[in-house]
C-alpha cells in the first residue's frame, strides 16, 4: 500500500466529518460523541449515509402485520400493564412502566427494561440513561414528545438483570399491542434483548447494527442501549452512526 495516499478508514473518518458538518449543529452541540475514539475497523467497515448498504433492506425475515383489537387503546395497555402479574418480576416492581410519548410517534424506541429510577417513577428513561437517550434526540431532530419510549418488560428486573427468556415472552402482548396501537414512522431497538425480540433471532449487535431491518413493514434500525455507552465510551461513534441511518429515513 501506498503510505502517500489515505488509507479507507481514513476516508471514512473524513467523510463523517464532512457529513456531521453539513448535516449542521452536530459538532457545535455535541463535542462529546465527536470526541470519541477514532474509527476501529468496525467503522471501517459501515455503510455510509446513503450508500445502498445503508438504505437497504436487511435480508431478516418481515413479520405479519398486527391488527388492532376492537376497542383497544394505550390506556387499556397500560392499565393492563399495572396490574399484570403474568410474570415473576410483577413481585418485585415498585410500579410497572409501560412507556410514554406521542400516539402518534416518529420513532418507538424500545430499551430492555425499566432501572431504579423507572421503577419509582413509573417512566421510562429517567435515570442517566434516559438523560444521555435525551442527548441523543436533539442533534437528529427528535425529543420526547416526537418519539414514544418503552421496554420489552414492563417491570424492573432484580438488580437491573437481563430479563429472562420466559419474562419476555410473558410481556410481549403488551410490545406487540402498542406497536400495533402506535403504528410508527421507525422503530429504533436499544441493545440486543430489544433487538432479539423485535427481529427473532439471536445475531450479534454488530451483525444488526448499520442495517435497515422492518417490522411488518415498519423500517427498524438497531444500535447499542445509553447504559452501555455510558460504560463504554468507543461506543460513541458507532451510535452516531446508526443515529445518523435513523436520520436519513426520517
Ligand atoms: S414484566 Fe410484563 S409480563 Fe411480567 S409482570 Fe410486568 S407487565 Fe406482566
Not at 167 to 175: F, H, N, T, V
Request: a neutral charge.
Amino acid at each position: 500500500m501506498d503510505p502517500s495516499k489515505p488509507s479507507a478508514a481514513e476516508i471514512w473518518k473524513a467523510l463523517n466529518i464532512l457529513d456531521d458538518f453539513l448535516s449542521g449543529g452536530f459538532i457545535r452541540e455535541h463535542p462529546e460523541l465527536i470526541a470519541a475514539p477514532a474509527p476501529d475497523a468496525a467503522d471501517a467497515g459501515a455503510p455510509a449515509m446513503g450508500s445502498p448498504a445503508a438504505a437497504g433492506q436487511d435480508a431478516a425475515p418481515v413479520r405479519a402485520a398486527a391488527a388492532v383489537p376492537a376497542g383497544d387503546s394505550l390506556a387499556s395497555v397500560a392499565e393492563a400493564v399495572s396490574g399484570c402479574t403474568a410474570c415473576a418480576l410483577c413481585t418485585g416492581r415498585k410500579t410497572a412502566v409501560p412507556g410514554e410519548g406521542s400516539a402518534e410517534p416518529l420513532v418507538l424506541l424500545v430499551g430492555e427494561g425499566p432501572g431504579e429510577e423507572e421503577d419509582k417513577s413509573g417512566r421510562p428513561f429517567v435515570g442517566r440513561a434516559g438523560q444521555y437517550l435525551d442527548s441523543w434526540l436533539k442533534p437528529i431532530g427528535l425529543d420526547r414528545a416526537s418519539c414514544f419510549v418503552t421496554n420489552v418488560v414492563k417491570c424492573r428486573p432484580p438488580q437491573n438483570r437481563e430479563p429472562r427468556p420466559e419474562e419476555i415472552q410473558a410481556c410481549a402482548p403488551y410490545l406487540d399491542r402498542q406497536i400495533a396501537l402506535l403504528k410508527p414512522t421507525l422503530i429504533l431497538c436499544l441493545g440486543r434483548i430489544a433487538a432479539h425480540r423485535l427481529l427473532e433471532g439471536n445475531a450479534s449487535l454488530g451483525a444488526l447494527r448499520g442495517k435497515v431491518h422492518s417490522l411488518s413493514g415498519v423500517p427498524l434500525v438497531v444500535t447499542y442501549h445509553p447504559s452501555a455507552v455510558l460504560r463504554d465510551q468507543a461506543l460513541k461513534r458507532p451510535v452516531w452512526e446508526d443515529l445518523k441511518l435513523l436520520k436519513s429515513l426520517l
